[in-house]
């Protein structure tokens, strides 16, 4: 229902004068979209097993090996139509997982730096001033950037790409109650984060 | 998909054209696809010389509950039938011969069922302009065929 | 955008532990990019004016206004409206009106469930089926008063009838 979704929240004009055209336009993409999920629960998701095994051993954790698997099926979702563009699906999305992996390993050697070392383009302006908004909108985006990488793919699921918790429990084969906790831990984390630096 | 479309649309049409309110065309649907039965469907252009618009029929083998079935529909058929000929023993009907009016005019149809001593089932359904003396001359009063 | 106080609160709190649904969510960005917001939320704006722009930059298409894109769409809508309708009618004449099992031929058997159009098997079965189904005379019907000489009439109406069936075509 996501396209849907967009759809009438841009054109409300729209919704008065053809809703039942909109609701016929809206069947025929949720058609689509479960055929889409078909052909990836068919290509895709039985890979699940293997990616795990790759990205445990590159990370020597289980726990994290599963927040990168999560992560890579979310972004072959996304990527979905142009994945028949790889001769093999299964070698592109390995590859995709030791990335991910490799990159995990990295960012755990980051965590240790303070936020406040974090170099924001506000121009020399001080921390305990009001941000504009636009600066704002900015720190939110570093904010998020930080946050672990599976964590920054829900919340591009969820709040950007306008899909439904049941929706992405389905891509990346796991409960709904998980991809939620993930979810509200990653937004109050931002919440947390914003406010300490904006109440200071 | 419009192309989809339009290749799916006939056929619809034609299933409610041939949609008829005879309960013993849901012994062709239910029975039709299954182990053990023979179903055949013949076309206009093959019987039309023969006064034919439509040939069906079904044999199934040793299935009592598609007997039971099946009486349970030609009992109900029956009803506006214009002539009937059965012959019955102590299971049931074991061979039938129904007439009943067609939807359009001088279209007749036919509804002809036997179950032999193996207990296998014959059902015949026919539609046409013919005559049911030419029919049962035709079927009943020549043991060969 | 109005809302009331306490809903709005209700849905910041149902957000945070992740309960919203997309359109909830939809509803709180329009919320804050509203005018709308009370002083004490005013420091969750910047987070759903992120969500915004980003959508804006994922969905670039939805922005246009231009006359142009309205027409089209609506067009589309229209079509849209009239195809799925037709399925839809159509799948429900599927489910209600089960058709026949063989669609692919005019003439066709189904044997075992699998179908058959090869013309000599379809007249081979439908001519045993008919036969199996004439029953012979004097077993159960009374015998017609059918004169000798006119044997022959029927003769060579039922060799008619069997001829329909049969693959030699040596018809007259």
Same mark, same amino acid.
């Not at chain 1, 960012?107 to 704002?136: I, M, V, W």
């Not at chain 2, 049931?92 to 129904?98: D, E, L, M």
């Given at each position: ?200 | ?145 | 955008? #109005? &809302? %009331? @106080? *306490? $809903? ?5 709190? !149902? ?6 649904? =997309? ?38 298409? #939805? &922005? %246009? @206004? *231009? $006359? ?5 769409? !609506? ?6 409206? =009239? ?90």
């Amino acid at each position: 229902m996501r396209l849907f979704f967009f759809v009438s929240g841009h054109n409300q004009i729209f919704c008065r004068n053809s809703v039942f055209g909109m609701l016929c336009f809206s069947f025929f993409v949720v058609i689509l979209m479960k055929m889409e999920f078909e052909t990836f629960k068919i290509t895709v998701l039985p890979l699940r097993e293997k990616l795990l095994n790759v990205s445990r051993r590159i990370t020597e954790d289980r726990v994290d090996a599963e927040d990168i698997v999560q992560e890579s099926l979310l972004k072959l979702w996304l990527m979905r139509s142009e994945l028949d563009r790889y001769a093999s699906v299964e070698a592109f999305a390995v590859q995709m997982v030791k990335n991910l992996s490799i990159d995990h390993l990295r960012a755990r050697h980051l965590e240790s730096f303070p936020l406040e070392k974090l170099s924001l383009d506000s121009g020399g302006r001080s921390p305990d001033e009001q941000l504009e908004q636009e600066d704002a909108v900015a720190y939110v985006r570093v904010l998020i950037s930080r946050l672990p990488s599976l964590q920054q793919t829900i919340i591009r699921m969820k709040d950007i790409e306008g899909y439904e918790l049941q929706e992405i429990a389905d891509i990346t084969d796991t409960q709904v109650e998980a991809v939620r906790v993930n979810l509200s831990r990653a937004r109050k984390k931002i919440r947390e984060q914003f406010l300490q630096l904006n109440r200071q | 998909m419009f192309l989809a479309l339009c290749l799916v649309l006939p056929e619809e049409l034609y299933a409610l054209e041939t949609q008829r309110d005879l309960k013993i065309q849901d012994v062709f649907i239910r029975y039709g696809k299954r182990k053990n039965v023979t179903m055949v469907e013949l076309s206009k252009e093959m019987l039309e010389t023969y006064g034919m618009t439509l040939y069906k029929s079904i044999t199934i083998k040793n299935d009592p509950e598609a007997l039971r079935f099946t009486r349970q529909c030609l009992k109900s058929d029956q009803n506006g039938a214009r002539k009937i000929k059965e012959i019955t023993d102590d299971g049931g009907v074991v061979s039938a011969y129904y007439q009943m009016p067609g939807r359009e005019k001088d279209i007749n149809r036919f509804v002809l069922f036997k179950v032999s001593s193996k207990q296998v089932i014959t059902l015949v359904y026919i539609e046409g302009e013919l005559d049911s003396d030419d029919l049962i001359t035709l079927l009943f009063t020549r043991k060969d065929l | 955008m #109005k &809302m %009331k @106080t *306490n $809903k709005i609160d209700k849905l910041i709190e !149902r957000y945070f532990e992740g309960e919203t649904t =997309a359109d909830e969510e939809r509803q709180l960005r329009a919320f804050f990019a509203s005018d709308a917001v009370p002083d004490r939320l005013n420091e969750y704006r910047p987070m759903f004016a992120y969500f915004d722009e980003e959508i804006r930059k994922a969905h670039p298409l #939805k &922005m %246009k @206004t *231009n $006359k142009v894109w309205q027409t089209k769409r !609506r067009w589309l809508y229209i079509v849209s409206g =009239a195809a799925a309708a037709v399925l839809l009618v159509l799948t429900l004449n599927r489910i209600l009106y089960p058709t026949d099992p063989c669609y692919c031929s005019d003439n066709y058997v189904v044997i075992n469930g699998r179908c058959y159009t090869d013309i000599h098997t379809v007249r081979a079965m439908a001519a045993k089926a008919l036969h199996e189904v004439a029953t012979p005379v004097g077993e159960y019907f009374p015998k017609t008063d059918i004169i000798d000489s006119e044997r022959h009439v029927v003769d060579d109406q039922l060799k008619e009838l069997g001829s329909m069936f049969n693959d030699n075509e040596t018809n007259e």
